[in-house]
């Protein structure tokens, strides 16, 4: 098996993210600036390996003040964090076309495993005849591993921010050697 280089081409993907707000309600983000590369035999997809950095400071949710307030040191801290990355270290098939793709992810200076549900969504040329492969990811973390714990109890009980992020990645990528 020979492994392949791709690039991310962020055009074609999307970083993004859900937690559940005042207890009622998921708010949605996304982060518009990040790269990554992918190492891998599109013919022996376990073979997946990849390393990839976001810039923390690209969040958005379509909110100035909230932005503002995810990137100060209440959360993000992106002064002193301006990057989350991802350093894959395992991919294993679970079904067709379904992997659990394993690494280290470092946010606000912490490095934790994650899993990432991995879908395999195919292989196909571009109009340009460049090889290009997708990927659809989804995993959940608790944002207090991470160092970022800032909160407000509700009056009538709960929280205003949740502890669950779900991140969802829609991933496209071409071939780059």
Known sequence: MNSILWEVDPDHSSVEFSVTHLMINKMKGVFEQFEAVLSFDPNAVTTLGIRASIDANSVTTRQR?????????????????????????????????????AGNLTLHGVTKPITFHTVFEGFNKDPRGRERVGFHSTASIDRNEFGLSFNSPLETGGIVVGNEVNIELYIEAIRID
Not at 88 to 95: A, K, Y
């Open 65 to 101: 003040k909230r932005d503002e307030h995810l990137r100060s040191e209440e959360f993000f801290h992106t002064a002193k964090y301006p990057a989350i990355t991802f350093q894959s270290t395992n991919c294993v098939l679970t079904g067709e076309r379904q992997y659990e793709l």
